[in-house]
């Protein structure tokens, strides 16, 4: 089993920043992708980003072109989000989710086991 637990969410204004952080716990002994979602209000769950094992990196660009940035720590447990020049549409509750295993990483929810509980990120205007 792998627990997941988000921090960093919050209220912020228009162009302002956030770090997410994702701590991951338990059976950590495997490789494991890791990855972010968000669930706007009355809207779909949808894809962040994501990351490997082994750094490789991936972000939707289509909903936040360059400004956010997905890394993972050098123990390789914990993973960040960082967002830049947020707007009030990246309001979401954001997931934290992991692979059960192999290191890949994956832009869909199925392909992920391990789900955190999320943290809220609001934007205001």
């Known amino acids: 089993q792998v627990q997941l637990v988000e921090s960093g969410g919050g209220l912020v204004q228009v162009g302002g920043s956030l770090r997410l952080s994702c701590a991951a716990s338990?059976?950590?002994?495997?490789?494991?992708?890791m990855g972010w979602f968000r669930q706007p209000p009355g809207k779909e769950r949808e894809f962040v980003a994501a990351?490997?094992?082994?750094?490789?990196?991936?972000t939707n660009k289509n909903a936040v072109k360059d400004r956010f940035t997905i890394s993972r720590g050098s123990a390789k447990n914990t993973a960040y989000l960082q967002m830049n020049s947020l707007k009030p549409e990246d309001t979401a509750v954001y997931y934290c989710?992991?692979?059960?295993?192999?290191?890949?990483?994956?832009?869909?929810?199925?392909?992920?086991?391990?789900w955190g509980r999320g943290t809220q990120v609001t934007v205001s205007s």
């Open positions: 990351i490997s094992w082994h750094g490789d990196t991936t």
């Open positions: 338990g059976r950590t002994f495997s490789n494991y992708g």
């Open positions: 989710a992991a692979t059960r295993d192999g290191g890949y990483y994956s832009v869909s929810s199925s392909e992920y086991f391990y």
